[in-house]
């Protein structure tokens, strides 16, 4: 049964921080490319970011490059996602997810809403 469970969401002003979490359990997660996600109501899925299994390579989406980074804990089975300098249209429930997951559907997780306002 594969469970991931995002945390650290919140409100936060513009220009602030917040790390969230993705705590993954029942599959192999140290094999495993992993990926945040985000969406907002009434609009499509949004690529956030990926880390290969090592964490030696992560891609941004162009969006939250030099603002977001990605890291992961394999001991831990955990994914973090730290988010500097958050601007409004980063106000969206985040997901943490495979690639499959994404493509084929599946098990998420209940995301964690950030909100990013004044």
């Known amino acids: 049964q594969v469970k991931l469970v995002e945390s650290g969401g919140g409100l936060v002003q513009p220009g602030g921080s917040l790390r969230l979490s993705c705590a993954a359990s029942g599959f192999t997660f140290s094999s495993y490319t992993m990926n945040w996600y985000r969406q907002t109501p009434g609009k499509e899925r949004e690529w956030v970011g990926s880390?290969?299994?090592?964490?030696?390579?992560?891609n941004y989406a162009n969006s939250v490059k030099g603002r977001f980074t990605i890291s992961r804990d394999n001991a831990k089975s955990t994914l973090y996602l730290q988010m500097n300098s958050l601007k409004p249209e980063d106000t969206a429930v985040y997901y943490c997810?495979?690639?499959?997951?994404?493509?084929?559907?599946?098990?998420w997780g209940q995301g964690t809403q950030v909100t990013v306002s004044s």
């Open positions: 997810a495979t690639y499959a997951l994404n493509s084929r559907g599946g098990s």
């Open positions: 880390i290969t299994s090592a964490g030696t390579i992560i």
